[in-house]
């Protein structure tokens, strides 16, 4: 069974993930019988069981290997459907990584249940604000977005996450290195145009 005909329905795309991925979740799938129809499960990456892949799962699998393969965060660092609660409400995150130190604190929140994009940047605000997790990444497989929580009321768009490796500074910083490199560029491109505007306009009439 291939991955395009369990999204063929769906908003997902794939369009954020590598072919060996794809390649590796479709090599896995298993497909049972149930009630008479073939549906495609997964032995999940980090529940270490059967699940049923629906078009979300599909992509969240897809992430968690990006997560594992890409950026270098064991699973045993995750959580899956992660509990969040809003007063007696509670929601559910579709993946959590924790905090390397504070091992039961959310660290990074990736929200895949709202594949348009409004719906899920907004949901996954929530998310952060109610952990109090610092980075939140929304991705429908086509589109990416990348947060940082600065504040309650403030989230800034950042090019990336942290490896497992790296801190949320060092993200910070090169993002801050790229917009500096973009402002001078802008500031030279002024200069030289004003330089060559000056340099080469036709002198005034003496009489």
């Known amino acids: 069974m291939k991955i395009a005909d369990i999204l063929k329905d769906s908003n997902y795309k794939l369009t954020q993930f590598s072919q060996d991925k794809i390649n590796f979740i479709e090599e896995n799938i298993i497909v049972k019988e149930v009630r008479g129809k073939k ?122 996450i942290p490896r497992a490796d790296q801190k949320l500074s060092d993200i910070l910083e090169e993002r801050w290195t790229i917009d500096d490199l973009i402002v001078n560029y802008h500031f030279i491109s002024e200069q030289k145009r004003h330089f060559f505007a000056h340099s080469f306009r036709k002198p005034s009439p003496l009489f």
């Open 39 to 160: 549906v495609p499960y997964f032995k999940c990456l980090v529940r270490n069981k059967d699940v049923k892949l629906t078009p979300e799962e599909v992509i969240r699998q897809l992430y968690v290997l990006v997560l594992t393969k890409d950026f270098g965060y064991p699973t045993d660092r995750m959580e899956l459907e992660y509990a969040v609660s809003f007063g007696r409400e509670k929601k559910r995150a579709d993946i959590v990584i924790f905090d390397k130190d504070k091992v039961t604190a959310p660290y990074i929140i990736v929200e895949l249940k709202k594949p348009k994009f409004k719906e899920g940047k907004e949901q996954l605000k929530s998310y952060c604000n109610a952990t109090g997790a610092p980075i939140g990444v929304w991705t429908n497989g086509d589109s990416i977005s990348y947060y940082h929580r600065k504040d309650p009321n403030y989230f800034e768009d950042i090019p990336t």
